[in-house]
C-alpha cells in the first residue's frame, strides 16, 4: 500500500477563558515550552511535516512563536471548534490523503501516540479515527458513545450529557485523523443549534454516520498521554507529568538526578553519562550537558553548551558556551554570547558577557568581563571591571595569554592588555600595556611615621574640651 500524504490541523484560535490569562492559552507553557510547540513538535517528530494552525486570540503571539515554518488560518471570532476547522478550509481544500485535527491544549502528547494513531487509521480504512483514551475523572471531557459493533457512534459534550453519559470514562481527546476525501463539505454542515449556540467539531462524528460513514476509535493505552488543559490547575499538573516523564528518561539513560521533585528540564535538554543534576537546577530550551559533570544545586541554564566533567553551582547562564572541565560558581552569571573555553575558573560574583575566555583563565572573586577576550592562562585578580561602556557605545578589551590582572584593576575600554603583562593592584589601564609590560596606573603611596598617634591624641583633646563645655 502505497503512504497516503498526511497533513495536520492545530486547533490555537480559543481564548482560553478558563486559564483567566491575557495569554492566549497555547502559549502557556509545560516543561519549559508552549503547549502549541509541544503539540508541533510531536507531530513533526512523527513526520508530520505539513502543518497549518488555526489562530485567533492572540493570533501574532502564536505565530510569532512557532515561526513561519507552517501555514496558519485566522479564525477572527470564536465561536467553536468546529467552525475553527471550517476557517482553515482556504488553505487546506486541496489537500489529498489524511489530515489530522488537533487541539492545541494537549501538551503531554507524544510522536508514538501520533505514530499510532495514524497507523491505527490506515489499517482499518475508516473515514475517521478519533484518538480517545480511559480517564479516572472523564469530568470536563466528550464522552465517546460506543455503538454495539464498537465503532463511535457519538460524541456528546459535558455539558449535554445524560447522567448516564457522564458517567462514561472513554473521552475524546479532540485529536482525529480523516480521509480528506469529502471533508470540508461536511465540516461546513456542521451548526450551532445546541444549548451553547457553539460550533462542535465533535459533531463531524454525527455527520459521517449520516453518510454511511464508519468512525473507529484509537483508545491511548496512557490516559497521561492525552489530557487537555483548560486551567491553570491541569496546567501545574501536566507540567509535573511531562517532567517527570523527561527526568525519568534522562536517569534511565544514565544521568543522577538526586531530587526529581525540585529538578526542571525541559523535553529536548541533552545530558550525558554520569553527569549528576542537584536540586534547584532549571535546565532549558537547546541546552546540553556532556558527561561526568556536576550540575546544582541552584543552577538555571538556557540554550547553554556544556562540555564533559564540568561542575557548575549556583550559577545563572544563558546562550553561552562552557567547555570540558569548567568550574563555575558559586553564584556566577554567564551572559549570552560567553565562550569559556577548556578549564576556564569562575567563581563568585563573577559576571561574563559576550566574552571569550580562552582555556585556563581564571576569574575566582567579584569582576565583571564584558566585550572581552582573555588569552590562556591569564588570571584575573579580585575586583577586575572592564569598563565597557562609555554611556553611548560598547568597547573591546584584549588581554593576551599568561598575563596578571591585579586585584580592583579598572579597564577603561577600548584596551589591549599583551601577553605576559602584569597590570598591577588598583590600576585604573586607560592605554594599551606590551607584552611583558608591568603597568602602574595608581597614586603613589604615603607613609607618615607617628602620624596616626598624633591624629588620636589631636581628636581626643577637642572631644575632651567639648564636654567640659567649650565650643
Ligand atoms: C474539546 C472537545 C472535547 C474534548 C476536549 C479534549 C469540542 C467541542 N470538544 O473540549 O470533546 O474532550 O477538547 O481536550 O471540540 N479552539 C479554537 N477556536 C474556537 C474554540 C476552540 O481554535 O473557537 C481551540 C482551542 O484553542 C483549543 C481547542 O480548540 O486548543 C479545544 O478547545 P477547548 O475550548 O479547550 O475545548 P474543550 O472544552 O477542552
Ligand atoms: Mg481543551
Known sequence: MSERPIAALVLAAGKGTRMKSDLPKGLHKVGGLSMVQLVTDALLAAGVTDVAIVVGHGGELVQAELGDRFGYAWQHEQLGTGHAVQCAEPILNHFQGD??????????????????????????GAACTVATSIQEDPTGYGRILRETNGTVGAIVEQKDATPEQLAIQEVNAAIYVFRSEGFFDRVNRIGNDNKQQEYYFTDIIHILREDGLRVDAYVCPDADV????????????????????????????????????????SPGVKIGRDTTIEPNTYLYGSTVIGERCSIGPNVRLVDTKVGSDVLILFTNAQECEIGDECKVG????????????????????????????????????????GDAEVG??????????????????????SIGAN??????????????????????????????????????????QITREGWAKAWRSRKAAEKENSKKGNP
Not at 341 to 351: A, W, Y
Request: hydrophobic letters at 45%; aromatic letters at 6%.
Open 99 to 124: 489530515i489530522i485535527v488537533t487541539a492545541g491544549d494537549t501538551p503531554l502528547v507524544t510522536e508514538q501516540m501520533f505514530a499510532d494513531l495514524i497507523a491505527a487509521h490506515r489499517s482499518t
Open 226 to 265: 492525552l489530557v487537555g488543559i483548560n486551567d491553570r490547575w491541569q496546567l501545574q499538573d501536566a507540567d509535573r507529568r511531562l517532567r517527570a516523564r523527561t527526568l525519568e528518561g534522562l536517569a534511565r539513560s544514565g544521568v543522577t538526578i538526586v531530587d526529581p521533585n525540585n529538578t526542571y528540564v
Open 330 to 369: 558559586p553564584f556566577a552569571n554567564i551572559r549570552p554570547k560567553s565562550r569559556l573555553e577548556v578549564d576556564v575558573n569562575i567563581g563568585n560574583f563573577v559576571e561574563v558577557n559576550r566574552s571569550v575566555l580562552h582555556d585556563g583563565v581564571k576569574a575566582r572573586h567579584l569582576a565583571y568581563i
Open 376 to 397: 590562556a592562562e591569564t588570571n584575573i585578580g579580585a575586583g577586575t571591571i572592564t569598563c565597557n561602556y562609555d554611556g553611548f557605545f560598547k568597547h573591546k578589551t
Open 403 to 444: 598575563a596578571f590582572i591585579g586585584s580592583n584593576s579598572t579597564l577603561i575600554a577600548p584596551v589591549n592588555i599583551g601577553d605576559r603583562a602584569i597590570v598591577t593592584a588598583g590600576s585604573v589601564i586607560t592605554d594599551a600595556v606590551a607584552d611583558d609590560a608591568g603597568a602602574f596606573a595608581r597614586a603613589r
